[in-house]
T-cell receptor
Framework: DGGITQSPKYLFRKEGQNVTLSCEQN?????MYWYRQDPGQGLRLIYYSQIVNDFQKGDIAEGYSVSREKKESFPLTVTSAQKNPTAFYLC?????????????FGEGSRLTVL | AQSVTQPDIHITVSEGASLELRCNYS??????LFWYVQSPGQGLQLLLKYFSGDTLVQGIKGFEAEFKRSQSSFNLRKPSVHWSDAAEYFCAVGTYSGGGADGLTFGKGTHLIIQP
């Protein structure tokens, strides 16, 4: 079945450590996205990528980094510069290009900083 | 810049009663509008979408939404709710540049509680 796989589902990190969240899709979508979700805040866009080897900052990119070396993969690194990293992180994909279609979401990764 | 407002943070509805969740958007161009549902600890599932044409759109699970350009609204409705409808509901507007899809801008969500 086609879909988006995020791992790990739960992750604990000590302050000062970097952590990388994985996102893989087999939908053959061109565009991929990372959102952060906090209670009562909705979803906020961190980074997105419309094609391989290219990505753009979203609304809250500070303290995060991404790469897009393969079409299927869009990992997110939460760096020690992110001041409040505890959150639920959602990866999504879409057909991209000129397709004005919906986003398809993974099941999310919950990061807790101890 | 685009924005989405969901005025109701929480809504409580009795099982079997009708439901309307409100959504207002601000976007300079033709809006592409979406409603998603999220169960606790899960990802988001698309309920329905509006791109153009008929302003009343039908979705999954018996949901529908009506686009009203004059009111900048895209309210979600269901004639009779079931206990399984308890979840978080998000309205979103699509943003697009010359290069393609820039993502969706989401409202802050409405938490739906179903009373027996």
């Amino acid at each position: 079945d086609g879909g988006i796989t995020q791992s790990p589902k739960y992750l604990f990190r000590k302050e000062g450590q970097n952590v990388t969240l994985s996102c893989e899709q087999n939908l053959n979508h061109d565009a991929m996205y990372w959102y952060r979700q906090d209670p009562g805040q909705g979803l906020r866009l961190i980074y997105y990528s419309q094609i391989v080897n290219d990505f753009q900052k979203g609304d809250i990119a500070e303290g995060y980094s991404v790469s897009r070396e393969k079409k299927e993969s869009f990992p997110l690194t939460v760096t020690s510069a992110q001041k409040n990293p505890t959150a639920f992180y959602l990866c999504a994909s879409s057909l991209g290009g000129q397709h004005k279609g919906e986003l398809f979401f993974g099941e999310g990764s919950r990061l807790t900083v101890l | 810049a685009q924005s989405v407002t969901q005025p109701d943070i929480h809504i409580t509805v009795s099982e079997g009663a009708s439901l309307e969740l409100r959504c207002n958007y601000s976007y300079g161009a033709t809006p592409y509008l979406f409603w998603y549902v999220q169960s606790p600890g899960q990802g988001l599932q698309l309920l329905l979408k509006y791109f153009s044409g008929d302003t009343l759109v039908q979705g999954i699970k018996g949901f529908e939404a009506e686009f009203k350009r004059s009111q900048s609204s895209f309210n979600l409705r269901k004639p009779s709710v079931h206990w399984s409808d308890a979840a978080e509901y998000f309205c979103a507007v699509g943003t697009y540049s010359g290069g393609g899809a820039d993502g969706l801008t989401f409202g802050k969500g409405t938490h739906l509680i179903i009373q027996p």
